[in-house]
């Protein structure tokens, strides 16, 4: 018995090497990172010019000179898959940085002030009524076709989401013991705020912008797919399978690269997602040790 | 004749519910003097945490409301005292101790944030020279290895360390009032008396005054020098310490005294029950005209059901009781 525990005292569980502990979170980093640098470099990945046409090689099946093929227009399928990264990037991290603050700050006022609450959760099961997709392509039907318009259109359809995970976070941590006895030390409304509540809300917060950005990429995909989402001019993935679908009998190399990209991306945010929620959860993670 | 440091006066507190107003506290008067263990006792729901945590506003509101009543300290009146006011006081000449360790302290931050909070925010000390004052403070409250614990977060401490913690919290600012609303509730016995022993020596270094929240009368008879006994709301005894164990007046104290659980020498045979008070604790929805208690005392007359007694002294000592007919019912 002494020795058992003089053996657990002295000898801490030696700590596997994190990517060990969560290989989930280290899979999907490497594949979001590879993603990442597709879209940045994309210049000097791309082969060709992802807009020049050149009638004369339509279709061409892949091939050393052109890796994916070639579309209707005789574009590089490949060099508009990598710049098609940049679409999906942009959208993926800008909709979960904007959904993600401006439904923290909702969220906060909703869970501090019972008239507010009452008024925004309101308005938020409004939008929450209506699909996610349905409503983005309702609001691009009202402005022009834009990378940013498809943001913006896109975060107003996830904010309900983190508005109702803050305010529920919010409620909960108000009521909570080490909040009344900051309370109890003379911790005013922002300390608690900032020091106790804020903290607390980062973890399921970050999980949940995971998700928003894996959903954004696919709503921008939807969107351009059915032709309301980025203009054509500028490669995405979701508009390079609209224009392929038609022809995809004959050269499927058009849907298929862009959709295993995008496919491949989504999984490893969710990945991401899954693993951090483990990782960051107090409750799973720091007992465990 | 001096102020005593603490004193409220005919306190009232309201809760309003859907289904009606609680009247969780009702005309409560003491005193607490510098330097004095007040314990408040009673069972679940008798008003006690109530009254404590008014004290400094500390009820959320809604749907918790002070009907009337007021509460000194230092000669301030608290219960008009602005927001910020207030705050200077919290955790400064007031400090508090919760029930629950495991769930008072922050999860996501580390010990020594929490610990040094107090002491930047009322003293506008240098992170450094806080530091060295807990650090100092938590070798008083006997935690080992005081500068590595704060690095660590709440849950690599146990449950008595954790307590330890807060009292560490509550008392870095010296504070004149300590409350403490069932700081051992939550702790095993052996922890219990550590702790007892720990807010004893606080207070006899800091002179500092404390108000006990328990319902457990043998922490009562280690610590307190004073003792009220609550029931529904209102305070149906108040007495020193020795006074109330070798006498106590009000029914319901006799009661609790009875229903204490003693070990009974092995062979004599009479390991039975445990003694209860008979019938359940009154809902504080609808005011009874009477003695509140008066539905499970045996020695209750027709006066106790129509006339409210009033907390009275008794032969000029400062023993009072609230009940027309004290020290009758003897404890069986």
Redesign the interface.
């Known amino acids: 018995m002494t020795t058992a525990l003089a053996l657990e005292e002295d000898t801490p569980p030696r700590r596997r090497a994190a990517w060990r502990r969560h290989p989930t979170v280290a899979i999907g980093l490497i594949i979001l990172a590879a993603v990442c640098v597709m879209a940045i470099v994309a210049p000097w990945l791309a082969t060709l010019d992802p807009t020049a046409l050149s009638p004369a090689k339509r279709l061409r099946p892949p091939s050393p000179e052109f890796w994916f093929g070639t579309d209707m227009m005789g574009r590089d399928v490949w060099s508009r898959t990598v710049y098609g990264a940049r679409v999906s990037v942009i959208t993926g991290l800008s909709v979960a940085a904007l959904a993600t603050t401006i439904g923290l700050v909702l969220g906060l006022l909703a869970g501090f002030d019972r008239t507010v609450d009452a008024v925004l959760m309101r308005i938020m099961d409004g939008l929450m009524a209506i699909p996610a997709i349905l409503l983005a392509i309702a609001l691009m039907a009202l402005t022009r076709a834009s990378l940013g318009n498809v943001i913006i259109a896109i975060v107003i359809a996830e904010v309900p989401r983190v508005v109702r995970l803050a305010r529920g976070i919010v409620l909960t941590l108000r009521d909570a013991t080490f909040v009344e006895a900051a309370t109890a030390s003379g911790t005013g409304f922002f300390g608690v705020l900032f020091r106790h509540i804020l903290p607390n809300a980062v973890a399921p917060l970050v999980v949940q912008s995971t998700y928003i950005a894996a959903s954004a990429m696919i709503t921008e995909a939807i969107l351009s797919f059915i032709g309301a989402g980025v203009p054509s001019s500028t490669p995405s993935w979701g508009n390079m399978m609209a224009e392929g679908r038609t022809v995809f009998q004959v050269a499927p190399q058009l849907v298929l690269f862009p959709g295993l990209c995008l496919s491949a991306t989504v999984l490893a945010i969710n990945m991401l997602g899954d693993g951090l929620r483990d990782m960051l959860d107090p409750r799973l993670a720091r007992r465990v040790k | 004749m001096t102020e005593p440091l603490l004193r409220i006066d005919q306190l009232r507190v309201r809760f309003d519910t859907p289904e009606g107003v609680v009247h969780a506290v009702e005309d409560v008067s003491f005193q607490v003097d510098a330097g004095e263990t007040l314990a408040i006792v009673g069972e679940s729901g008798c008003g006690k945490s109530v009254t404590a945590l008014s004290i400094?506003r500390?009820l959320?509101s809604p749907p918790s409301r002070l009907a009337g009543g007021s509460i000194r300290f230092q000669g301030r009146e608290l219960t008009t005292l602005g927001e910020?006011a207030l705050?200077?006081?919290?955790?400064?000449r007031i400090?508090?101790v919760?029930q629950?360790p495991m769930?008072?302290?922050?999860?996501?931050?580390t010990i020594g944030?929490q610990l040094t909070?107090?002491l930047l925010?009322?003293r506008k000390l240098t992170r450094a020279d806080a530091r060295a004052q807990i650090i100092a403070l938590l070798e008083r409250v006997q935690i080992p290895d005081p500068a590595r614990r704060l690095e660590q977060?709440p849950?690599e401490l146990s449950g008595g360390m954790r307590q330890r913690a807060?009292i560490a919290?509550?008392m870095a600012c010296k504070p004149s009032l300590l409350i403490a609303d069932e700081p051992t509730t939550a702790l095993d016995v052996t922890i219990q008396a550590q702790v007892l022993d720990l807010i004893g020596e606080l207070r006899d270094e800091m002179g500092t005054a404390i108000v006990l929240v328990t319902h457990d009368l043998g922490v009562v008879g280690d610590v307190a020098d004073r003792v009220i006994v609550m029931y529904a709301g209102r305070v149906v005894e108040d007495a020193a310490v020795d006074d109330l164990f070798d006498n106590p007046l009000h029914p319901y104290t006799q009661g609790l005294f009875a229903a204490r659980p003693h070990l009974t020498p092995a062979g004599t045979g009479r390991r039975g029950r445990l003694t209860e008070i008979l019938g359940m604790v009154p809902s504080l929805r609808s005011p009874v005209a009477g003695c509140a208690f008066a539905p499970r005392c045996a020695a209750a007359t027709a006066r106790c059901r129509s006339e409210t007694p009033l907390l009275q002294s008794r032969d000029a000592s400062s023993h009072s009781v609230a009940c027309h007919h004290p020290g009758q019912q003897q404890a069986s």
């Open positions: 400094l500390l959320p910020s705050r200077q006081l919290r955790g400064d400090g508090m919760f629950e769930t008072s302290l922050n999860p996501v931050l944030r909070e107090g925010r009322h977060y849950h807060m919290i509550a």
